[in-house]
């Protein structure tokens, strides 16, 4: 029998995994991941952008481990020869509308305790001369990084310190009783394990019902579909370019990114998605699809962001529509510098009466915890999402 049992090899559960390891040397602990290899999921397909905690609800879980993520980033990356680098990013508003929106969401970030500064036109034009705007927000501390890398160091010093991952281990049932957990998996023996933690990423409201836990929420994929611009164009920004975002929504709209390796990438929307770890266009997959249409909340906030989703689709279909996202701020992109790149699907909690949950969503039996929300920016915030996991979880069974 292990000590801790944790599900899901992405970044949430690796870095828990890592951590409860470091805290407690003489505890057993196996991660289990249903992929042949960790990070094949949300932390493989992202902006990998370091988000500096601008946007969120001064106060919230977000707001508070998204600063701490930074610095914790930035530290994991350094002991570990990671790339890493602190670009900057600016918010650019192009309107009168998004001015004043800018101006509430500098507001936010100051609460937020983040330091920004705030550029007029001219100040934007000479900072960044492709763009176009009416004023912006600089962030400074934002930054980038490869997660799937980071993920995988995660992996290398859990395994260092005698921890153990197991791949193609699909859980399938979970039962717990007073003394212990067991876990199913398929096609291979169950595991029995003290405590269990689950970061099941797009899976999380499935492994949630294993254990009977219903938290009133589904997980609704959402694909975040990118393009990547020719290697010419690999310097038209210095910083990060976002626009300024929907305050309604959890997604931050199409942005120009940096990546690690050199390369920019335009994206990601925001488009329903019909597979929930399906990454072509067109993937279905009926349990998903199924699940999702007898959900209550899906039709609600469908309904509720009607607009905006219809929009989405028809930018997803149509290149020249998706293009005038990125054009609006940055004129020079044009339909031919929009090369194929890999989409995301980012895993978000839906409430039965359709609200979108924007703040991370953590439920709990007596022996297990379970990540329900954890979207962006839970890649920044892995580190601090673990020691808050590690806190909880070594508090649960503490006479075992
Ligand atoms: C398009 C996009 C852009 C994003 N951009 C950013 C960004 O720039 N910055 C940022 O901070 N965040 C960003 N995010 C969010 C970030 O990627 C995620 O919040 C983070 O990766 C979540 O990590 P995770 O470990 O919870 O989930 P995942 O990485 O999805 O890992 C969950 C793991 O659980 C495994 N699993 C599921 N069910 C089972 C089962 N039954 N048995 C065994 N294993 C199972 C899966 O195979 C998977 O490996 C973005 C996300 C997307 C999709």
């Not at 990671?82 to 309107?95: D, R, S």
């Not at 049932?173 to 933690?197: K, Q």
């Not at 929930?276 to 279905?284: A, K, P, Q, S």
Request: hydrophobic share 40%; net charge negative.
């Amino acid at each position: 029998m292990y000590d801790y049992a944790v599900i899901g090899g992405g970044i949430v559960g690796l870095s828990t995994a890592w951590q409860l390891r470091q805290r407690q040397p003489g505890k057993s602990i196996v991660v289990l991941e249903k992929e042949a290899a960790v990070a094949r999921h949300q932390t493989g397909h992202n902006s990998g952008v370091v988000h500096a905690g601008i946007y969120y609800e001064p106060g919230s879980l977000k707001a508070n481990l998204c600063k701490q993520g930074v610095q914790a980033t930035i530290r994991f990356c350094n002991d570990n020869d990671i790339p890493f680098e602190q670009c900057g990013k600016l918010i650019v508003a192009t309107n009168a509308d998004e001015q004043q929106r800018m101006l509430d969401l500098h507001e936010r970030a100051l609460a937020n305790g983040i330091d920004v500064e705030l550029l007029d036109e001219q100040q934007l034009r000479s900072t960044e001369p492709n763009i176009e705007g009416t004023g912006a927000i600089l962030s400074g501390t934002t930054g980038i990084v490869d997660y799937a890398a980071v993920a995988r160091m995660m992996a290398t010093r859990l395994e260092q310190l005698g921890g153990e991952i197991v791949t193609g281990a699909e859980v399938t049932a979970i039962a717990e009783s007073p003394e212990l957990v067991r876990v199913d998996l398929a096609g291979r023996d169950p595991i029995e394990a003290r405590c269990l933690i689950a970061c099941a990423g797009l899976m999380a409201d499935r492994v949630a019902r294993m254990m009977g836990i219903d938290t009133g929420f589904r997980i609704v994929p959402y694909r975040g579909e990118y393009y990547q611009l020719p290697p010419d164009k690999n310097d038209i920004v210095r910083h990060l370019i976002y626009p300024v975002p929907d305050p309604g929504l959890p997604f931050l709209g199409v942005h120009l990114t940096r990546m690690i390796d050199g390369t920019v990438t335009v994206g990601p929307n925001a488009v329903q998605a019909w597979k929930r770890e399906g990454y072509g266009r067109f993937n279905l997959d009926l349990r998903d699809t199924w699940e999702m249409l007898r959900f209550p909340g899906f039709w609600r906030v469908t309904a509720s962001h009607l607009g905006t989703g219809l929009a989405e689709f028809r930018n997803s279909l149509w290149k020249p529509s998706y293009l005038k996202l990125v054009q609006k701020y940055c004129p020079t992109v044009q339909l031919g510098d929009l090369r194929p790149y890999p989409a995301g699907i980012r895993a978000q909690a839906v409430m039965n009466d359709g609200t979108l949950v924007h703040d991370f969503l953590f439920a709990e039996t007596s022996r297990s915890l379970h990540v329900c929300n954890a979207p962006s920016p839970a890649a920044t915030s892995a580190i601090p999402i673990g020691e808050y996991l590690c806190d909880k979880i070594v508090n649960k069974v503490p006479h075992d």
